[in-house]
């Protein structure tokens, strides 16, 4: 399963010296309605993060998955915040197994299950 939403990076090819590309002073934009399967929760975070607010909900969900060839339900916890001295707001899409981790003491001898 992914672990967020991507979003695209700006075009990296190299430039012409001289030569101004307008396209390349625009921002990368991505509604995330686009890139997510829609739902009345997700429509009231985009309206929040065109309002500006800032503000975290977990929620299950239906979930592509990585091949967009199948659809399952999941936890998720949606963060989304404006990006300061922007019209932009930013969100991150975290699933719930990614707030867990295995915790060790070093003296403990770790043994291969076999």
């Known amino acids: 399963q992914p672990i967020g939403v991507g979003i695209p990076t700006v075009n990296l090819r190299k430039r012409r010296p001289n030569v101004q ?6 921002p990368v934009t991505l509604d995330f309605l686009d890139a997510e399967l829609e739902n009345d929760i997700k429509v ?3 309206n929040k993060m065109i309002d500006g607010e ?6 299950r969900t239906l979930v592509k998955s990585q091949d967009e060839r199948y659809i399952d339900k999941g936890n998720r916890t949606y963060t989304w915040t404006p990006v300061n001295g922007t019209d932009y707001s930013l969100a ?3 699933p719930t197994y990614s707030f ?3 915790k060790a003491k070093l003296e403990e001898t770790i043994t291969q299950a076999r």
């Open 100 to 102: 867990y981790y295995i």
């Open 44 to 46: 009231e975070i985009r």
């Open 54 to 59: 800032s503000g975290e909900k977990t929620f």
């Open 92 to 94: 991150l899409v975290l």
């Open 21 to 26: 590309n307008p396209k390349s002073q625009e």
